[in-house]
């Protein structure tokens, strides 16, 4: 099985030169493997049982994604994101990239760093023509959402997971992990700002959105539309149902809303939602699927756990042992990666909110910005922008290491100096009945 996903990996990484599909590979590697572990079972139903418990987990991020890009969708249909791009005055290359990263990084503290890399992307289309600059853009949203992620319990799945089964609490996390998170941003963009693609003098990034007009009732779609997605943790808190559940009903809120306000308008059909669904990337939402369909038979085999244990065995050092999950989750999705290792470590061994689980909050959310497919906000930009592995190899993930390292390294500098954000402004509302 091992050998297979090594296979599927490379055909995925090296789709530019293969002319095969990232996605159709994606949904042969996971089907392939599942068939593996059906034969290697005991049963074939407990295989059977195994992939209806993946599925129903997939299933939740599938359906979380495709309402995301659908509302994004149609605010962008009626040029809802107007609002933002007219007040994003600033044309040197230099300061643009800072605001985006910036933007960003505070987005996906509220939204889910996937939502706000949508979110982004979009924009960065909006205000940018497609260039190679566009494309650094892009590495920045990914880095800023992943970093923006990871200090607060909504802002990232794995710390959303490791917040719904009690290894961290919320005032402790955003306390503990802001200042990391920030350095995590700041070193990659301080180093991007010297770069001859960003410093390069001769650019026009003229105003690609300044022509077109917003549509009637634009506002009022943006508000619903961004509304609806802030309200998903919202949701989520007073219901206890999972956020795909959230993002359905913002959905089928928006839908109504917008049938409503364009009833009888015929010419205006291109602004409801089933126009809006032929054009959101299903492509993007099959390659995901195939992804986590196949790491997730990876844990139902055990082979997962086996490279825990070995972690385990052979790295003493807790902080080392975190800081390798981080970099393995470059490579493999952070999310079953994170469930491994909840599954390795009990509260017995690291208690609520311990050094542990607070640098594996930190280190497996932003460890994924190190190469493109390491985390839902890198493989959701790969699908939007058709950035391919080796672009980001070489341009990002350097940037992106050194920020890695240097947050590791504040955390444990904050730990020792017991430095922390204030606790008032941790204290959002609906955050702190922890």
Request: proline share 4%; glycine share 8%; charged share 15%.
């Amino acid at each position: 099985m091992a050998l297979l996903f090594g296979i599927g990996y490379v055909g995925i990484i090296f789709e530019e030169s293969l002319a095969f599909n990232k996605s159709g590979v994606g949904l042969l590697m996971a089907v392939s493997l599942w068939v593996v572990r059906s034969i290697g079972a005991p049963s074939t139903d407990i295989a059977v049982s195994e992939l209806q418990h993946a599925s129903a987990e997939v299933s939740e991020i599938v359906f979380f994604l495709l309402g995301a890009m659908t509302i994004v969708e149609i605010v962008d249909s009626h040029q809802g994101f107007k609002l933002v791009t007219d007040n994003i005055t600033t044309r040197k290359p230099r300061t643009l990239l800072w605001v985006v990263g910036f933007v960003t990084f505070c987005l996906s503290s509220i939204l889910d760093n996937l939502t706000s890399t949508i979110v982004m992307v979009s924009l960065l289309r909006k205000l940018v023509p497609p260039s190679e600059f566009r494309k650094i853009l892009g590495a920045v949203v990914v880095i800023a959402a992943n970093a923006g992620g990871a200090w607060t319990p909504i802002g990232d799945v794995t710390t959303t997971m490791l917040w719904i089964h009690g290894q961290i609490s919320t005032l402790e996390t955003m306390k503990t992990l802001f200042i990391p998170s920030a350095v995590s941003l700041a070193v990659p963009l301080a180093l991007m700002s010297l770069t001859s693609e960003v410093s390069g003098k001769s650019r026009d990034t003229s105003n690609v959105m300044a022509s077109e007009q917003m549509a009637p009732r634009g506002k009022l779609v943006f508000s619903v539309g961004i509304g609806a997605l802030v309200f998903v943790p919202v949701f989520k808190a007073l219901t206890g149902l999972p956020p795909y559940m959230g993002i359905l009903l913002g959905l089928g809120v928006l839908w109504v809303l917008t049938d409503a306000i364009h009833y009888g308008e015929s010419e205006r059909q291109k602004l409801k939602v089933p126009q809006a669904l032929s054009r959101i990337d299903t492509q993007g939402v099959l390659f995901f699927l195939g992804i986590l369909l196949s790491v997730s038979s990876l844990e139902a085999a055990g082979i997962l756990r086996e490279l825990a244990n070995y972690l385990d065995a052979h790295i003493p050092n807790v902080e080392l042992i975190a800081s390798s999950i981080g970099v393995v989750s470059a490579i493999i999705d952070n999310v079953p990666l994170v469930a491994a290792t909840m599954g390795m470590y009990d509260l017995t061994s690291f208690p609520k909110d311990s050094e542990f689980w607070q640098l594996i909050a930190y280190c497996a959310g932003t460890g994924g910005s190190m190469l493109v497919i390491g985390s839902a906000a890198g493989v959701a930009f790969m699908g939007m922008e058709k950035v391919d592995f080796f672009w980001y190899l070489r341009k990002v993930s350097g940037f992106a290491f050194a920020g890695y390292a240097a947050g590791i390294a504040a955390y444990l500098a904050v730990q020792n100096l017991h430095i922390s954000l204030p606790t008032t402004v941790a204290q959002v509302p609906f955050l702190s009945g922890t």
